[in-house]
């Protein structure tokens, strides 16, 4: 079975201090990757997903960047973090085309 | 975006139905998938349509119109535990990029 994991659970960070947040699949090989924020009570936005290794294209920055350093893994990160950067990180992965995304257990990000 | 509007909030009683509605702009459509939000957790896949018409999945049903933009979710037979947020998303430009609505409040009361 698939098995999607990001760390960490939640961060309560200074605002200016780098942020870096994970994302590993397990069960799966060559899944497409998606990162998402949401605001506390706000929409879900994309901010990146990547169809393969080293590859990432971007969808809303945010000031944000993302790697996909080898296939099973999804970093989001940034060297400068924002008051507005605090909310809700989602990873999620699906097979591609027609296929439904299927959300990590995410990460609380409070900046302060 | 591609303009994914949904009501705030709806309401309704245990055993009875509940439909939520989503509304988007049908240029370069690729498909409509519903989720399912409790508060504080992540979205649950619910049903993915790309083709007019309703789809049953049982307790869940959607349904499409592609050339009015529009899409619903069907709740039958509602328990309190159907109380969450319900998200329709846009599937746009492309197959990788999904634009949610902001999700409808659904509360059932006893």
């Known amino acids: 079975a698939q098995t999607i994991h990001q760390w960490p659970v939640a961060e309560i960070k200074a605002v200016g201090s780098p942020l870096s947040l994970g994302c590993t699949i397990k069960?799966?090989?060559?899944?497409?990757l998606y990162w998402y924020w949401q605001a506390t009570g706000g929409t879900l936005q994309q901010l990146f997903y990547?169809?393969?290794?080293?590859?990432v294209e971007s969808v809303v920055q945010l000031n944000l960047s993302a790697s996909r350093p080898k296939d099973d893994q999804f970093i989001l990160s940034t060297e400068k973090l924002l008051l507005s950067h605090s909310g809700f990180y989602l990873c999620?992965?699906?097979?591609?085309?027609?296929?439904?995304?299927?959300f990590g257990s995410g990460t609380r990000l409070l900046v302060i | 975006g591609q303009g994914v509007e949904q009501p705030d909030n709806l309401m309704s009683v245990e055993g009875t139905f509940a439909r939520v509605n989503c509304t988007y702009s049908?240029?370069?459509?690729?498909?409509l998938s519903w989720y399912q939000q409790r508060e504080g957790h992540a979205p649950v896949f619910l049903s993915y349509?790309?083709?007019?018409g309703l789809k049953d999945s049982g307790h869940f049903s959607t349904f499409l119109s592609r050339s009015n933009g529009y899409s619903y979710l069907l709740l039958t037979e509602l328990q309190i535990k159907d109380s969450a947020s319900y998200l329709c998303?846009?599937?746009?430009?492309?197959?990788?990029?999904?634009?949610f609505g902001s999700g409808t409040k659904l509360t059932v009361e006893p």
């Open positions: 999620a992965w699906s097979l591609g085309q027609n296929s439904d995304y299927t």
């Open positions: 069960g799966k090989s060559s899944p497409n």
């Open positions: 990547s169809i393969t290794v080293g590859q």
């Open positions: 049908t240029s370069g459509f690729n498909g």
């Open positions: 349509v790309v083709l007019d």
């Open positions: 998303a846009v599937r746009w430009p492309n197959y990788n990029v999904l634009y």
